[in-house]
């Protein structure tokens, strides 16, 4: 296992400490900013799977534009993508702190290769998803593959790169399907795929009580084969893609309409119990309804 330890300084002034460790075929980089610094550049050479950990940063991406990276938060970085980067509230006593993920291309492209190839072929997925393209994702699934890779990167056993290996593979798996929600909804006319149409129904009848069965009556499918089919396209189960799109609908209502109260947005998504919503509302977001609420406040008003 090699491990590196590396600082940063520039003009005498400590501004990060980085770490590398490798394994044989994968690298994990741990970055901590220590120093407030502007405009920042960084590239990598190959495809980078990125996670923040703690702390604030505003990152400036080729293909996606500028956008505050959260902790929680992963980035699919493609290769030789160029990126600015502002760390406006670093410093010794609240560190930012991220990691990188750095497969081998042979890896990424074996996982591309058998995820298109389990993929239902009408779908046409391999026009529409894969890892040239940049995304900045929020996915809980992402984010538990993740917290097991750092695991297995300071485990001393034999098998360490093999399960390694495995679990990338995974991790690669769970963005192109991540990925995949999005582009059926940006890319796909809704009468033109089975999937896309699905998800536009879920997103149009939120508040409704949505069974499979009669999202499988949607698509045209059977209940056994519908179930198939969602799991292997998006990653999860149609009751978890449903609560997702939930959470993110409530997300929205809680940012814009500051005056209703929780309870009031938990009834409009269809909830008849608000403790229930805050109890799945955290477990997707990390934050309870009225922490996040509260956040959203906070940055309104630090930005008037």
């Known amino acids: ?97 991220c990691m990188a993920f750095v497969p081998d291309e042979k890896i990424v492209e074996e996982t591309k290769y058998d995820f298109y190839n389990r993929t239902d072929a009408s779908i046409n997925i391999e026009k529409q998803v894969n890892l040239k393209d940049g995304a900045h994702l929020q996915d809980i699934g992402i984010m538990h593959t993740i917290q097991y890779l750092v695991f297995l990167f300071q485990e001393n056993n034999p098998h360490r790169d093999y399960f390694i290996n495995l679990t990338m593979k995974e ?35 939120i508040q409704e009580p949505l069974s499979i069965e009669k999202l499988a009556s949607v698509a045209g499918m059977s209940r056994s084969k519908f179930y198939e089919q969602f799991k292997l396209v998006f990653g999860m189960s149609p009751n978890r893609y449903v609560i997702q799109e939930k959470v993110e609908k409530a997300k929205t209502l809680i940012t814009c309409q500051q005056k209703s109260s929780i309870t009031e947005i938990a009834y409009s998504l269809g909830y ?25 406040l906070n940055q309104v008003l630090s930005s008037s």
């Open 1 to 97: 296992m090699f491990q590196q330890y590396l600082s940063v300084e520039k003009s005498g002034v400590m501004v990060e400490n980085k770490a590398i460790i490798a394994s044989k075929d994968s690298e994990l980089h741990l970055y901590e900013t220590v120093t407030q610094c502007k405009d920042v550049q960084m590239k990598f050479s190959l495809p980078v799977f990125a996670f923040m950990l703690k702390g604030d940063k505003f990152i400036d991406m080729e293909g996606i534009g500028k956008f505050n990276y959260k902790p929680g938060s992963s980035l699919i970085i493609p290769s030789h993508t160029n990126l600015k980067i502002d760390f406006p509230t670093a410093c010794l006593d609240n560190p930012v702190q």
């Open 171 to 205: 991790l690669i798996t769970r963005v192109l399907q991540s990925k995949a929600r999005t582009s059926f909804l940006h890319f796909f006319n809704s009468s033109e795929n089975v999937m896309s149409r699905v998800a536009q129904y879920i997103r149009d009848h």
């Open 272 to 296: 008849a119990d608000s403790a229930y919503f805050s109890k799945q509302f955290k477990e997707i977001t990390g934050l309870s309804p009225s922490a996040f609420h509260k956040r959203s």
